[in-house]
């Protein structure tokens, strides 16, 4: 049965956005795009490392912004429309979270190479490993 909610989690790297693209032209459904924001406590959001002092989060809540706003204009060229959604904690818990709490029913993300810890882990990403590993839906990693 095809998904009628399809999430696909953004970072801003080319295999998310070419996981964007795949989720378009596969699944004809509601589709959400979402950005997280890590805590400042973490030192990185998924855009980059965040700047010291002043408003680091405002700052990070804004790149996370146009990152998400420019797959909607990726959706658009496509002739889609998006959902777009940009949270704050860690990026594979939220997902999770996102995923139970909005009648998600299928993940479409990049998988990214991680550390040396494991395979899948080189192979995926470690955010995709978690989710790929937990979540309670299909899973589509994009490499």
Do not use: W
């Amino acid at each position: 049965m095809p998904p009628s909610h399809v999430l696909v989690p953004l970072d801003g790297s080319p295999l998310a956005d070419d996981a964007l693209v795949h989720a378009i032209e596969t699944f004809d459904c509601r589709t959400t795009v979402l950005n997280v924001v890590q805590p400042l406590d973490a030192g990185m959001s998924e855009g980059g490392v965040l700047e010291p002092g002043g408003d680091r989060l405002a700052a990070a809540r804004e790149r996370a912004e146009t990152l998400v706003d420019r797959a909607a204009r990726r959706a658009v060229e496509l002739d889609r429309e998006v959902e777009t959604v940009v949270e704050t904690g860690d990026p594979a818990e939220t997902i999770l979270a996102y995923v139970e709490s909005h009648d998600v029913d299928h993940v479409v993300m990049g998988g990214h190479g991680g550390t040396r810890a494991g395979l899948a882990r080189r192979l995926l990403g470690t955010v995709a490993t978690a989710v790929v590993g937990e979540a309670p839906v299909s899973v589509t990693v994009v490499r």
